[in-house]
């Protein structure tokens, strides 16, 4: 028996604890040692970290990439696509999410995850044609929740929806770290009997279920686990890589990991966790086991940026509110599951009705977007008096919201003009405008200086 790895080290894990912080610069001399671990893949790029590298780090995240790429030509890198929200948190038109896909493709990405926030097939279907068109892998998504309405039978209807589509893998996203052993095993059981395709699992350890639920899949024939080297591990993030690849070893499962170069990883690591623990970046809410989760369904990144925003406004004396709020919102507005971008949307949402005072007394763009239906069918419908107020005259989108959408790409690459390098620029644009202006500007500065000082030393 065989069973793979997926290290997250580069995005999710550091995503869950450190909400993204985690510069080029800080893992470069690592990289060629991961390259030779053994592992299924390594994902680094894709969901948080493209804005981040923007907006906090000061790197364009294609160049980072390609770095990437370079030290790691041995081993499959992986992203996390957001579907039509590409890695942003709105829908693009199809253009946008065609080009996104290729670029990714061409700068050093092996494996696309691609999800739906709300498990709207028609909102998968491009990115996996397009990622299927250029000969990647295309991990077609669960984003896993628990509610009234989230049934094994309708998890199964969405992957044989996907298997159509032309997906190489099923990757069941359990963002929240709520799936159960018992509910794990169930589900890829259920999956297996369904289609002839890998299926990968994801978990988080916060409500303490995360190791359980790795064994049951392994049992129930899943053929590959998101782990975190074990510095970067438990809490909101993944469960440790070292300690599964001995639990699993000794259960007769061949790894192909080598446990030696883990400890290398690890031990470089170490000292770094140790820095974000000091400078107050690593919070020790997010290194917990806090089976309330289980109750809230939020997962680690959502949590991190709760505590974040309340942070900002002197508001951590309100997280318990915003805590028992969520779960509320949640039912409201038809039981999304919670990731990007629809963790922001009820997130916001729940801060806003315990900081208001009164529930959908201030409701933010995005809210009302969702109501409207640009994100895509609800699992099941909004509360209709929420909807009313939230919408009032407001109409709502008829079909799939990227059909009416106008293409982008060329409009916008007019509109950058000379500013532009590349198309990945005008992808970076088109993601994140404002934050993308201002790194073109900065990059420009800095470059300028450079050829200064240069010029000064001759």
């Known amino acids: 028996m065989k069973i793979g790895f997926t290290e997250t080290v580069l995005r999710d894990a550091n995503q869950s604890l450190i909400a993204t912080r985690l510069p080029y610069e800080k893992f470069e001399p690592i990289l060629e040692t991961i390259d030779r671990a053994g592992y299924y893949s390594v994902e680094c790029w894709g969901g948080a970290t493209f804005d981040v590298c923007l907006r906090f780090l000061n790197e364009d995240p294609w160049e980072r990439l390609r770095k990437i790429r370079e030290k790691m030509p041995h081993t499959k890198l992986q992203m996390l696509l957001r579907g039509q929200n590409i890695l942003g948190y709105k829908h693009y038109p199809d253009d946008v999410v065609r080009r996104f896909v290729e670029r990714s493709i061409a700068n050093g990405i092996d494996i ?73 095993y169930d589900l ?31 049992e129930a024939g899943a053929d590959v686990i998101d782990t975190a080297i074990s510095p970067f591990s438990g809490g909101s993030s993944q469960p440790a890589t070292e300690t599964l690849v001995y639990a699993l070893e000794q259960m007769g499962y061949e790894t192909g990991l080598d446990k030696n170069i883990l400890h290398d990883i690890a031990e470089y690591f170490s000292p770094i966790r140790n820095e974000y623990i000091e400078n107050g970046t690593l919070n020790p809410r997010s290194m917990a086991t806090d089976t309330n989760c289980l109750v809230y369904m939020i997962p680690g990144g959502m949590l991190s940026n709760l505590i974040s925003q309340l942070t ?83 109409p709502e989108v008829v079909g799939r919201y990227a059909d009416s959408m106008e293409p982008a790409f060329e409009k916008a690459k007019a509109e950058l003009g000379e500013t532009a390098r590349s198309e990945e620029d005008v992808l970076s644009y088109i993601a994140f405008p404002q934050v993308a202006e201002k790194f073109f500007e900065e990059r420009d500065k800095r470059e300028k200086n450079r050829a200064k000082y240069t010029i000064e030393e001759m």
């Open 112 to 184: 696309i995850r691609i999800f739906d926030a709300l498990n709207d097939v028609r909102n998968l279907e491009v990115a996996i044609d397009e990622t299927v068109k250029h000969g990647a892998h295309a991990s077609g998504t669960i984003s896993y929740t628990t509610s009234p309405v989230h049934t094994l039978e309708k998890y199964v209807e969405q992957v044989r929806d996907m298997a159509k589509m032309g997906i190489s893998s099923v990757c069941i996203k359990d963002m929240a770290g709520v799936m159960t052993p018992k509910e794990a």
């Open 188 to 218: 890829v059981s259920a999956i297996k009997d369904a289609i002839d395709l890998p299926v990968v699992v994801h978990t988080h350890c916060m409500p303490g279920m995360a190791f359980m639920t790795y064994l049951k899949s392994a």
């Open 312 to 394: 900002m406004m002197n508001a951590m004396d309100k997280f318990d509110e915003v805590l028992l709020e969520t779960p509320k919102v949640r039912k409201d507005l038809g039981y999304p599951p919670l990731v990007t971008p629809t963790s922001q949307i009820v997130g916001t949402q729940a801060v806003q009705n315990v900081l208001a005072g009164e529930r959908y007394k201030r409701v933010e763009k995005e809210v009302r977007a969702y109501c409207r239906g640009e994100y895509g069918r609800t699992p099941a419908p909004i509360d209709p008096e929420v909807k009313a107020k939230i919408l009032g005259d407001t």
